[in-house]
C-alpha cells in the first residue's frame, strides 16, 4: 500500500505502483493468450482476438487508464512525477501495440481477416466473402465456385431459419 507519511520511502511507492500497473495489465495480455491457446479456439477467430487485445491496449493509452488502484497511487505523487510515471505507462502500452503491429498484420489482405466469415459471426454470411476465402487460399481450382455459390445460398437460408448461435463454437453453427 501506498505510504502517506512524506518521510514514506519513494522507490517503495513506485514500486507499488508500478506492480498495480501490471496488476491491471497482465489480465488483458492472459485472457487473449488463454483465448488463443484454447483447443476450441478456430482460425476464423484468430484475427478478432489479436484485434481485440490491440483495441483494448489502445483504448487504454488513449483515454490515460492504468487501473483504479494505479490512478489513486499516482494521484498522490507530486505532479513531476505523476507525469513521469504516467509517461512511463503509456510508452509501455504503445511498445505493446507497436510491438502487435510489427508481428501481426492487421491489414485487410491477412489471410486471417479474409477467413473470418467462415466462422459465421457476421448476421449475414455473404458469397463475396466464401469467394474471397477460395481466392486467397489459392484453392480455386479445386473448388467449383459457380457450386459453391449454390451451398452458400443453402447455408444462408439455414442460417436464417435457425435461432442465433453467436456464443457457441464455431463448429457448433457449422
Not at 500500500?1 to 495489465?25: G, H, Q, R, W
Not at 454470411?125 to 484453392?139: A, G, P, R, Y
Request: glycine share 2%.
Amino acid at each position: 500500500m501506498l505510504k502517506d507519511e512524506p518521510e514514506a520511502d519513494t522507490t517503495e511507492n513506485l514500486v507499488y505502483i508500478y506492480m498495480c500497473f501490471c496488476s491491471n495489465l497482465f489480465p488483458v495480455f492472459e485472457a487473449a493468450s488463454l483465448k488463443l491457446q484454447s483447443l476450441s479456439t478456430c482460425a476464423t477467430e484468430l484475427y478478432d482476438i489479436v484485434e481485440c487485445l490491440s483495441s483494448k491496449l489502445k483504448q487504454r493509452v488513449n483515454d490515460r487508464i492504468f487501473g483504479f488502484e494505479t490512478k489513486k497511487c499516482i494521484q498522490k505523487l507530486p505532479v513531476l512525477q505523476q507525469q513521469s510515471v504516467s509517461t512511463n505507462f503509456t510508452e509501455a502500452l504503445s511498445a505493446a501495440i507497436q510491438y502487435l503491429k510489427k508481428w501481426f498484420d492487421f491489414g485487410p489482405n491477412n489471410p486471417l481477416h479474409v477467413i473470418k466469415c467462415l466462422g459465421l459471426q457476421d448476421a449475414e454470411l455473404k458469397f463475396n466473402d466464401i469467394s474471397l476465402c477460395v481466392e486467397t487460399l489459392k484453392l480455386s481450382e479445386k473448388i467449383n465456385v459457380d457450386s459453391l455459390y449454390d451451398e452458400v445460398c443453402i447455408v444462408k437460408t439455414l442460417l436464417h431459419n435457425s435461432p442465433p448461435k453467436q456464443q457457441n463454437s464455431v463448429a457448433e453453427r457449422w
